[in-house]
C-alpha cells in the first residue's frame, strides 16, 4: 500500500467517517459533575462499536473503578515493530442555549462554508474517528502495534493519570499519536511539540470582622477589595508581562502566529490592544501568563456604601514548556503572599499544578510524522506550541520513557471554536490527518 492508495481510501472512507462522527456527536457526553451520566456511557458504548467494528476486534471498555470507562484495544505489533498508542476522548464541554449556538450543538450540521457543527466534532470526537478510520485503512492489520486509547475525562478532570500508573502494561509505547490537536490554518500542516503547563491558587484578604460604613470608617480602614485589586495588579507590569519574578521564558523558534489572523481568532474588540512584548507565538507558547479567573466580591446589583471585610480570587498561571509547574505555582504562592498591602490578612492557597510538555522532535517517530504530513498535505509542517494543556502526558511518557508524541489533529485553531459556540471541523483536516496517521504508521513498520 503507497500514498496513492491511502489518498484513496481515505477519500473513499469519509462518508463513514461523517456518519460515525454524526452518531458521536448526538450523544450529549459531558461529563462534569452534575450532569446526567447516561448520555456519557451512551457515548462510551458507541465508540465502543464504531472501534470494533472498525477493526480493533478486542476493544472493550475499562473500568477505571471511579467516573467513567476509557475505551481501549490492542493489537500486537509483528516482531521487531514498534508499537503505537492512539489517544483521544469521547468526553466534551457543555453546550448551553445561552452560548448562543445557530444550530442544534448535538445534531452534525453541514454549513455553506464546508465545515460540520456540533459539539465535540473537533474536540475530540473528530479524534476518535481519525484513529478509527486509520485502522479501517489497514482493513484491522497495521503494520505495528497499535493501542487504542479513548477517554472520557479529559475534559471534566482524569481519573486515568492514575490507573495508568496502576497498569503501566497496558499504555507502553515506542510513539504516541494525540489526536487532539489541530493546525493553526486548514490545509497548513503543523506538528504542536509544546504545551504550556498550569498552576493554580486562591487568594483571600480579610481586615475587618465585619462590612462598616464607608462614608464613617472609610479611609483609615482598609477595603478588603480594593486591597485584593492592589495584589492582582501586581501580576503584570505596564506593558501586560506577566512580572512573576523567577518564572522561565523564552522565544519561541517555531512557526510563529500573524497577530491579524490571532485577533480574528481570539474576537478581539476593535481598538483594544494586544499586551505584552515579544512576538504572539512568544507570548502565547514560551512564556508565562497569569489570569485572574474570578472574583467573590459584592455584586453591583447587590453592593451597598460599605467597606467590604473580606474578598478572594482564584488566578491561574499558564507556565512555559520545559518549565516545573509546582515550582511555577510556589514561586506564585510567594509573589502574591509578599505583594499584600497595609498589613491585610493575607492567604494564598496552592490548589493544583499541571505540568508542560516538550515533545522530542529527533527521533524516527516526529521524522516519520513530519514525512506523513508533507505527503498527506503537499506541502512541508512546521513546529507550534500551544497554550492549552494535556496533563495526561506526564503519565504515558513515565510508564514509557522515552517514547516520542505526535501531536495533532482536526481542531484548526482559526475556525474550529472548541469550547465555544458553533464548534465545527472541516473534513478535509479529517482525512488529512488520517492520510498522515496511516503514512506514519508504514513509515514506522520498515
Not at 192 to 216: D, K, P
Request: glycine letters at 10%; charged letters at 15%; aromatic letters at 6%.
Amino acid at each position: 500500500m503507497d500514498k496513492t492508495d491511502l489518498s484513496l481510501r481515505a477519500a473513499a472512507l469519509m462518508p463513514q467517517t461523517l456518519d460515525e462522527l454524526s452518531r458521536l456527536v448526538a450523544c450529549p457526553s459531558v461529563a462534569f459533575p452534575g450532569y446526567p451520566a447516561v448520555p456519557v456511557l451512551d457515548c462510551a458504548n458507541e465508540t465502543l462499536s464504531i472501534a470494533q467494528d472498525a477493526g480493533f476486534s478486542n476493544a472493550r471498555l475499562l473500568d477505571l473503578g471511579v467516573g467513567y470507562p476509557t475505551v481501549y484495544a490492542d493489537i500486537p505489533a509483528p516482531p521487531g515493530k514498534p508499537t503505537v498508542l492512539m489517544y483521544a476522548h469521547y468526553d466534551i464541554q457543555p453546550a448551553p442555549a445561552e452560548q448562543g449556538w445557530e444550530s442544534d450543538p448535538f445534531q452534525l450540521t453541514r454549513k455553506e462554508d464546508g465545515r460540520w457543527y456540533g459539539r465535540g466534532a473537533a474536540d475530540n470526537k473528530s479524534g476518535v474517528v481519525i484513529h478509527t478510520g486509520v485502522m479501517r485503512l489497514f482493513n484491522g492489520r497495521p503494520p505495528v502495534g497499535v493501542r487504542l486509547v479513548i477517554e472520557g475525562e479529559e475534559e471534566a478532570g482524569s481519573h486515568l493519570e492514575g490507573f495508568i500508573s496502576q497498569h503501566p502494561g497496558l499504555f507502553q509505547a515506542d510513539v504516541m499519536f494525540i489526536a487532539d490537536m489541530g493546525n493553526i490554518l486548514p490545509g497548513e500542516p503543523v506538528l504542536t511539540t509544546a504545551l504550556r503547563g498550569h498552576a493554580l491558587c486562591m487568594v483571600e484578604v480579610r481586615t475587618l470582622q465585619t462590612a462598616l460604613h464607608s462614608g464613617v470608617f472609610g479611609g483609615v480602614a482598609p477595603d478588603a477589595l480594593v486591597a485584593l485589586i492592589h495584589m492582582l495588579s501586581k501580576l503584570h507590569d505596564e506593558r501586560g508581562n506577566t512580572a512573576i519574578p523567577g518564572l522561565g521564558a523564552s522565544e519561541w523558534s517555531g512557526a510563529g502566529l500573524p497577530e491579524e489572523l490571532y485577533r480574528q481568532q481570539s474576537g478581539m474588540l476593535p481598538g483594544v490592544g494586544t499586551v505584552g512584548d515579544g512576538s504572539v507565538a512568544t507570548r502565547l507558547w514560551s512564556r508565562p501568563s497569569a489570569t485572574v479567573l474570578g472574583i467573590d466580591a459584592p455584586t453591583v446589583a447587590g453592593s451597598a456604601n460599605v467597606l467590604i471585610p473580606s474578598a478572594r480570587a482564584r488566578v491561574a498561571l499558564r507556565v512555559p514548556a520545559g518549565e516545573d509547574a509546582a515550582a511555577a505555582l510556589q514561586r506564585l504562592v510567594e509573589y502574591l503572599s509578599s505583594v499584600a498591602p497595609w498589613g491585610v490578612q493575607a492567604s494564598v492557597t496552592p490548589l493544583r499544578a499541571s505540568d508542560s510538555f516538550l515533545a522530542p522532535t529527533s527521533g524516527p517517530g516526529c521524522q516519520a510524522a513530519l514525512e506523513a504530513l508533507e505527503q498527506a498535505y503537499g506541502r512541508p509542517a512546521s513546529q507550534v506550541g500551544s497554550g492549552g494543556s494535556i496533563p495526561l502526558l506526564q503519565a504515558l511518557s513515565q510508564v514509557s520513557p522515552g517514547a516520542e508524541f505526535i501531536l495533532w489533529g482536526a481542531e484548526d485553531m482559526a475556525y474550529a471554536r472548541i469550547h465555544g459556540p458553533d464548534e465545527s471541523v472541516d473534513p478535509m483536516e479529517i482525512e488529512r490527518i488520517m492520510t498522515a496517521e496511516a503514512l506514519s504508521l508504514l513509515n514506522l513498520g520498515k
